[in-house]
């Protein structure tokens, strides 16, 4: 019964999200805006729906953390869309990224995992939540990259894009250091130690350092928009990838 719940939840945001794209796709903004809160609000559910069936917030296995990721960015790509809704500028990325990696929990068994002992440690959950979190603002960062890539050459709209894409990445950056942070926190109190040189370790340190790239890799000497969001993008996306192997 509890499977099917999620499965009906997992079908259900997911269809709103091919919607929702559809809608994004033909300019239908003002409807998209209204039809948005219904999947935020499934996307919601959905958490929820994790939260009680299993006692801790999503956070392992790649079906509860692809709900987790997009719940956090149809919310951060309904916000934007909202303080933004007077600019004339058409936003289907988000929408269709966050269809992406809904779509990614079919490769993953589509179960919750049970409460886990580790789950019950504050340090724990933050370090997951934090990490999941910092991996959607940076994912959202992608998606306004590409939305920016698409407006006229010498706009404001595009400039205007592009740095709203830069504080995102670092916004992603902060979130994921802190995570990182609560994870050492965790291991000083479990181990009598902070996290020793490991791969993951290093793993972690690289994905950290390629988000401070991808927020500042926008070189003023060059003079084409478009490369510099190519050189901003390109080490989120190797960040992604990394998280998602």
């Known amino acids: ?23 994004a796709v033909l300019k239908k903004r003002k409807i998209n805006l209204i039809f948005g809160c219904v999947t935020v609000l499934s996307a919601f559910v959905a958490v929820v729906n994790i939260y009680v069936q299993s006692g801790h917030l999503p956070m392992s296995g790649t079906f509860e953390k692809m709900q987790n990721m997009v719940f956090i960015i149809v919310l951060l790509g309904m916000i934007y869309e909202f303080v933004n809704r007077k600019r004339n500028i058409n ?5 269709i990224i966050a269809l992406i990696f809904q779509a990614l929990a079919f490769f993953d068994e589509m179960k ?19 990490r999941l979190i910092s991996m959607a603002v940076l994912v959202f960062s992608v998606s306004v990259n590409l939305t920016s890539f698409k407006l006229e050459k010498g706009s404001y709209e595009k400039s205007f894009m592009m740095h709203h894409a830069a504080n995102f990445t670092l916004l992603g950056a ?3 250091i802190a995570g990182e942070f609560s994870g050492s926190m965790w291991a000083q109190l479990a ?20 988000a401070l790239l991808g927020s500042h890799l926008a070189p003023s000497w060059i003079k084409n928009k478009n490369f510099q969001i ?8 190797i960040i992604i990838i990394l998280f998602l192997t």
């Open 1 to 23: 019964m509890t499977e099917k719940i999620s499965l009906s939840l997992f079908c259900c945001t997911l269809f709103l999200l091919t919607v929702n794209v559809l809608l």
């Open 191 to 210: 181990y009598g130690d902070s996290w020793r040189w490991s791969k993951n370790f290093f793993t972690s340190g690289a994905m950290f350092l390629l």
């Open 174 to 176: 902060i979130l994921f």
């Open 91 to 95: 936003a289907p990325e988000f929408w």
């Open 112 to 130: 919750i995992d049970p409460m886990f002992y580790m789950y019950d440690n504050v340090f724990v959950s933050m370090f997951f939540q934090l």
């Open 230 to 237: 190519l050189f901003s993008i390109i080490p989120l996306l």
